[in-house]
């Protein structure tokens, strides 16, 4: 069974073979931790992206999507959708479940043994942080246990809130 490990930090500087960014449907960048990655990681990314919208349209949400990881440490950057949080009736944590499942098939597939995860929709999307982390953990735990090729799981915390509530429900 693969390992969880928590940070807090900057996902563009994780050394891993893959890093997810929390993305739009678009794939054309963004802000918060999309905008992050696409800076750091520079034009190849975006490149990458644009040949997945010629070829199937964006990506919705709850899917993932995968592409270089151009200047950024990792190999590969796995972009997925979380969904916008409106009420928590409109199937929003399915939605985020799939996003992380769907990433960890799509590392699984690309030979990614580490895999580093930021905090998915609970910025500009507004998902409750703790609902958020218990989805994220509990999906994460149940893909490694039923899984040979990703090792290690890395979730990045950029604030304090999120770390801490990542550290409560792994400890």
């Excluded at 994780?14 to 993305?23: C, E, L, S």
């Excluded at 349209?57 to 990881?69: F, L, P």
């Excluded at 151009?70 to 928590?88: D, E, I, Q, R």
């Excluded at 994460?140 to 999120?162: S, W, Y």
Aim: charged residues 20%.
């Amino acid at each position: 069974m693969g390992t969880i490990e928590l940070v807090q930090g900057d996902i563009t500087k994780i050394k891993a073979d893959a890093i997810v960014n929390a993305a739009n449907t678009s794939l054309m960048g963004g802000g918060g931790v999309d905008g992050a990655i696409h800076r750091a990681g520079g034009p190849e990314i975006l490149e990458d992206c644009r040949k997945i919208v010629a070829r199937q349209g964006g990506c919705k949400t709850g899917q993932a999507v995968i592409t270089t990881g151009g200047k950024l440490p990792a190999k590969y950057v796995v972009h997925t959708v979380g969904p916008v949080y409106n009420s928590g009736k409109r199937g929003e944590d399915e939605l985020l479940q799939s996003a992380y499942l769907n990433s960890l098939k799509l590392a699984a597939e690309n030979d990614v043994h580490i895999i580093a995860f930021p905090n998915i929709s609970t910025g500009i999307y507004h998902f409750p942080k703790d609902r958020a982390a218990a989805i994220a953990v509990k999906t994460v735990r149940d893909f490694l246990a039923d899984n040979e090729v990703v090792e290690k799981v890395i979730f990045v915390c950029f604030d304090n809130e999120n770390y801490s509530l990542y550290n409560k429900l792994l400890t």
